[in-house]
């Protein structure tokens, strides 16, 4: 999706389904897809169509002119067209460069490891067990031989194998003995003395996390989404609006094989013999706070989100130094993060293009917003001070530092204390268009003055 300026507010370009003369048109990369946007304004609105990422984009012929200001590119289009780029002052285009080095999972639980071996040769152990939010992971085949010892050492337990660069739950699978996985083995990891043979697929294998914390019998993890606008300085904005999904199957270990029961991807769960389109397997982030709070109390769940806060930071911080950092680009993370009994939050796995596709009003209301607040943060028309720590439902969680709040809004915590908490509110209440009003009219008294 591209955005051209015009003096009443955004439009998109032409799509593939306009018509407009070829020689205006650009060409069609294949298999590429994003999701679609228009803005007027500060309107915006996602696709209800199509997959994950839902409608084919037109690719403009020309990038070096500087009619356009905006790009919701996928990620193949910028890998075969960054390098040779040239973006003007104004223009913001999404992903940065090397972004598969957080939302790969292989290269993402590498960089956790080599920032918490960092922190601990110089803070101490105490300080590096920040980092204990995500499974016991190994890479396959490079740590085929060391997986399996640790395999011996733990016998009995659950593993999952997933597929290092594939999403919505493709090629994953559950098992508890080596032999479960030896025909899948067989040819896939053999040593490469053959330079005709493919380089195999890299998986990754983690310990199961067998203790999810359930509701109504059934697993669930929760979708969170993460907007880095810089990598230096680290500045991160955290959405406040988010959902948790269920699995359509009551949880429990004697059926590993079933990944209704243990995959709560909304790709796999629409495809279960009872799925009910109409109710979905959905909560919003504010109903299940308001759950947890009623059932565990305030206090345990400010802790939770903490947490979540800790992960989101740790795990950006891991790719700091190694992300190429570029004024002109932004990401929207969607993390994966997955609570056990004890209300502990774990990462599973963090998406550079979570899907905006809608499955419901409630949803495509949160993904409108979503995108719309996106926006108003970037701030193209240069309307804010860039003093704001919240626009919309997004709140500036970090920059080149911890953020604190003014105020708790409604996620006060039950002993009514004073101390400093972060401007963190994930799963609060938010008038994000009475919020948005308030904002410009500040902001625009602020330059007048």
């Given at each position: 999706?591209?955005?051209?300026?015009?003096?009443?507010?955004?439009?998109?370009?032409?799509?593939?389904?306009?018509?407009?003369?070829?020689?205006?048109?650009?060409?069609?990369?294949?298999?590429?897809?994003?999701?679609?946007?228009?803005?007027?304004?500060?309107?915006?609105?996602?696709?209800?169509?199509?997959?994950?990422?839902?409608?084919?984009?037109?690719?403009?012929?020309?990038?070096?002119?500087?009619d356009?200001?905006?790009?919701?590119?996928?990620?193949?289009?910028?890998?075969?067209?960054?390098?040779?780029?040239?973006?003007?002052?104004?223009?913001?285009?999404?992903?940065?460069?090397?972004?598969?080095?957080?939302?790969?999972?292989?290269?993402?639980?590498?960089?956790?490891?080599?920032l918490?071996?960092?922190?601990?040769?110089?803070?101490?152990?105490?300080e590096?067990?920040?980092?204990?939010?995500?499974?016991?992971?190994?890479?396959?085949?490079?740590?085929?031989?060391?997986?399996?010892?640790?395999?011996?050492?733990?016998?009995?337990?659950?593993?999952?194998?997933?597929?290092?660069?594939?999403?919505?739950?493709?090629?994953?699978?559950?098992?508890?003995?080596?032999?479960?996985?030896?025909?899948?083995?067989?040819?896939?990891?053999?040593?490469?003395?053959?330079?005709?043979?493919?380089?195999?697929?890299?998986?990754?294998?983690?310990?199961?996390?067998?203790?999810?914390?359930?509701?109504?019998?059934?697993?669930?993890?929760?979708?969170?989404?993460?907007?880095?606008?810089?990598?230096?300085?680290?500045?991160?904005?955290?959405?406040?609006?988010?959902?948790?999904?269920?699995?359509n199957?009551?949880?429990?270990?004697?059926?590993?094989?079933?990944?209704?029961?243990?995959?709560?991807?909304?790709?796999?769960?629409?495809?279960?013999?009872?799925?009910?389109?109409e109710?979905?397997?959905?909560?919003?982030?504010?109903?299940?706070?308001?759950?947890?709070?009623?059932?565990?109390?305030?206090?345990?769940?400010?802790?939770?989100?903490?947490?979540?806060?800790?992960?989101?930071?740790?795990?950006?911080?891991?790719?700091?130094?190694?992300?190429?950092?570029?004024?002109?680009?932004?990401?929207?993370?969607?993390?994966d993060?997955?609570?056990?009994?004890?209300?502990?939050?774990?990462?599973?796995?963090?998406?550079?293009?979570?899907s905006?596709?809608?499955?419901?009003?409630?949803?495509?209301?949160?993904?409108?917003?979503?995108?719309?607040?996106?926006?108003?943060?970037?701030?193209?028309?240069?309307?804010?001070?860039?003093?704001?720590?919240?626009?919309?439902?997004?709140?500036?969680l970090?920059?080149?530092?911890?953020?604190?709040?003014?105020?708790?809004?409604?996620?006060?915590?039950?002993?009514?204390?004073?101390?400093?908490?972060?401007?963190?509110?994930?799963?609060?209440?938010?008038?994000?268009?009475?919020?948005?009003?308030?904002?410009y009219?500040?902001?625009?008294?602020?330059?007048?003055?």
């Open positions: 999706m591209r955005a051209e300026k015009i003096p009443r507010g955004w439009t998109e370009v032409p799509g593939p389904n306009s018509q407009v003369p070829a020689a205006q048109q650009g060409t069609r990369p294949s298999n590429q897809q994003t999701s679609g946007l228009t803005q007027t304004g500060n309107q915006s609105r996602p696709s209800n169509t199509g997959s994950s990422q839902s409608s084919n984009i037109i690719v403009p012929s020309r990038f070096s002119d500087g356009w200001d905006f790009y919701w590119c996928d990620r193949e289009w910028l890998h075969q067209n960054y390098d040779t780029m040239f973006l003007h002052e104004h223009q913001k285009i999404l992903h940065f460069r090397n972004h598969y080095e957080l939302t790969r999972k292989n290269l993402m639980v590498k960089n956790l490891k080599r918490r071996k960092q922190t601990e040769r110089e803070q101490g152990k105490t590096a067990q920040s980092f204990d939010f995500y499974p016991t992971t190994y890479e396959l085949p490079s740590e085929y031989h060391i997986f399996v010892e640790e395999f011996k050492k733990n016998l009995g337990i659950i593993w999952i194998m997933k597929p290092a660069a594939k999403s919505q739950g493709k090629g994953i699978f559950l098992f508890r003995r080596l032999k479960d996985i030896t025909d899948w083995k067989k040819g896939e990891y053999q040593p490469l003395s053959d330079q005709t043979r493919d380089v195999p697929e890299t998986y990754v294998v983690q310990r199961y996390i067998e203790n999810p914390l359930l509701i109504g019998g059934r697993k669930f993890d929760v979708r969170v989404y993460v907007l880095v606008c810089s990598y230096n300085p680290l500045k991160v904005w955290l959405y406040r609006g988010g959902f948790a999904r269920f699995s199957t009551r949880f429990s270990l004697d059926s590993i094989e079933d990944t209704y029961v243990h995959l709560t991807n909304v790709a796999v769960q629409k495809n279960a013999p009872d799925y009910d389109p109710k979905g397997c959905k909560w919003s982030t504010q109903q299940l706070r308001k759950y947890l709070a009623a059932k565990h109390g305030v206090d345990k769940v400010q802790k939770m989100f903490k947490a979540i806060d800790n992960i989101i930071i740790k795990s950006l911080q891991s790719v700091q130094k190694i992300i190429i950092n570029d004024k002109h680009c932004f990401e929207m993370y969607g993390y993060v997955l609570l056990d009994d004890d209300l502990k939050p774990w990462l599973i796995e963090i998406n550079a293009s979570p905006l596709t809608a499955s419901g009003k409630e949803d495509y209301d949160l993904k409108f917003g979503l995108i719309s607040d996106l926006l108003n943060v970037l701030d193209l028309e240069n309307r804010l001070t860039g003093k704001e720590k919240r626009i919309g439902g997004w709140d500036l970090w920059d080149d530092g911890p953020i604190v709040a003014d105020d708790n809004m409604d996620c006060t915590p039950a002993n009514g204390s004073a101390v400093s908490t972060p401007n963190s509110y994930l799963g609060c209440f938010n008038d994000r268009k009475k919020q948005l009003r308030e904002i009219l500040t902001a625009q008294s602020v330059k007048k003055s």
